[in-house]
């Protein structure tokens, strides 16, 4: 056998060396590695629900697992599925769309990788708001697109002003991306917010609204306001995304646009790449889908949320605000570095893992320098616990 010559850099596409590591992974396999040694790591940084998915979606999974026959579907899904998101359109919504207009993924992120894939050409901006999930910019990167971002700050619980979007908008703007119940900061537009920014897209007729709605469900007050109810003169150029990951840890993204000519570019694309969801997928997808809402799981985040706050707004340094949903924290952590004279996010979120057996996310990783995500995906107990090492960490 002959052995390549090639040094890895040689190996290695320009492309893929042009990706920086997702810092969530990052910190996570540093935390199970010091678990396997181990430690006893509460682990603040995954942003996965804790709550398993209901037993009728496990259900339809073993039952299709048992008697399902068939291996392939059509590249968006079986006619069920689509039909499972064409009611949960209607019902969540309140929009119509055929199945030509519908496509199911294997989860949230590759409907937004394949969507950004087919509408976006290299040279297209398209913006974003900081701080931003950690995937939206190297899937822009990837499909040859211009990042053109928004800084927002904490005094506007980090959302668009209708004046920096008009600022930014220029000839070559695509689309911009919006993820209204945000990851990582977990405030929400509000409908006169959302109204507003509708406004400036109004007069910018060729720009496309992506709306990453994954975690909708997870609403605290259960009224989350969308794009599509509140600004309904902009159907025809908005694509929505959402899916069950978040609502029912059944890890399954769909999309949904009036264009059918992005959905069968997209199917085309997908056909080579990866195809459709596996039907196990589909089958718990479909489950979930017509289950609705689990009023529950947003509950019982909201409990955690309200019992954490005061507590991490005692924490020396640290400047928290509260959330409208989801299951996170995005915290500056700013003066805290100068007590503990720490140079920067990352090295902080290093330290409080390192010395305290705390994982959290550095907001670097997220273009936003100078704060921690924590997530509270864990129980009480072990959140309080948490709450406990971070005040020792801030007080040494
Ligand atoms: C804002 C946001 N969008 C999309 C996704 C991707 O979801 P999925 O796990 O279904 O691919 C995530 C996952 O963390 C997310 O936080």
Redesign the pocket.
């Known amino acids: 056998m002959s052995t390549s010559r090639q040094t890895a850099h040689q190996i290695i596409s320009d492309r893929a060396k042009s990706i920086t590591p997702s810092y969530t992974v990052k910190i996570s396999t540093i935390a199970r590695a010091l678990q396997r040694e181990g430690n006893d790591v509460i682990d603040l940084g995954i942003?996965e629900p804790d709550i398993p998915a209901p037993d009728a979606i496990k259900q339809a999974v073993a039952n299709y697992a048992t008697a399902g026959h068939k291996i392939y579907s059509d590249i968006c899904g079986t006619p069920e599925l689509l039909q499972a998101v064409i009611a949960t359109m209607a019902r969540d919504y309140d929009a119509d769309y055929t199945i030509s207009q519908v496509m199911g993924f294997d989860?949230?992120?590759?409907a937004?990788d394949r969507v950004i894939e087919t509408i976006i050409n290299p040279g297209d901006e398209v913006i974003l708001s900081l701080p931003a999930?950690v995937?939206y910019e190297p899937q822009i990167a990837m499909a040859g697109g211009i990042v053109k971002t928004i800084k927002t700050t904490i005094e506007n619980r980090f959302k668009i002003q209708p004046q920096q979007l008009q600022n930014i908008i220029s000839d070559r703007t695509k689309a911009i991306i919006l993820?209204p119940l945000?990851?990582p900061t977990s405030t929400a537009y509000t409908a006169d917010e959302l109204a507003a920014l509708g406004e400036v897209l109004k007069k910018h007729p060729d720009i496309w609204i992506i709306s990453?709605d994954?975690?909708q469900h997870l609403h605290f007050k259960n009224n989350f306001p969308n794009i599509l109810t509140v600004c309904p003169y902009l159907k025809s150029r908005t694509i929505i995304?959402n899916?069950t990951?978040?609502s029912h840890s059944w890890?399954?993204?769909f999309l949904a646009t009036e264009c059918e000519e992005i959905i069968s570019s997209m199917a085309k694309i997908q056909s080579h790449r990866s195809g459709h969801p596996n039907l196990e997928t589909q089958a718990g997808a479909i489950q979930a889908l017509k289950m609705g809402p689990v009023l529950a799981s947003a509950e019982s985040f909201r409990v955690r949320h309200d019992m954490l706050l005061p507590l991490l707004q005692k924490v020396m340094g640290w400047k928290v605000i509260p959330g409208d949903g989801a299951f996170y924290f995005f915290v500056n952590v700013e003066e805290s570095m100068q007590q503990l004279k720490i140079d920067n996010d990352i090295e902080y979120a290093m330290q409080l893992l390192q010395k305290a057996n705390v994982a959290t996310v550095p907001g670097s990783a997220f273009g936003y320098a100078g704060y921690l995500r924590l997530s509270f995906c864990q129980s009480r107990d072990r959140l309080m616990e948490a709450v406990e090492r971070i005040h020792v960490f801030n007080n040494e």
């Not at 989860?107 to 590759?110: E, I, L, Q, R, T």
């Open positions: 942003g989860g949230g992120k590759v937004l999930w995937s993820c945000n990851n990453d994954l975690y995304i899916g990951t978040k890890r399954f993204g």
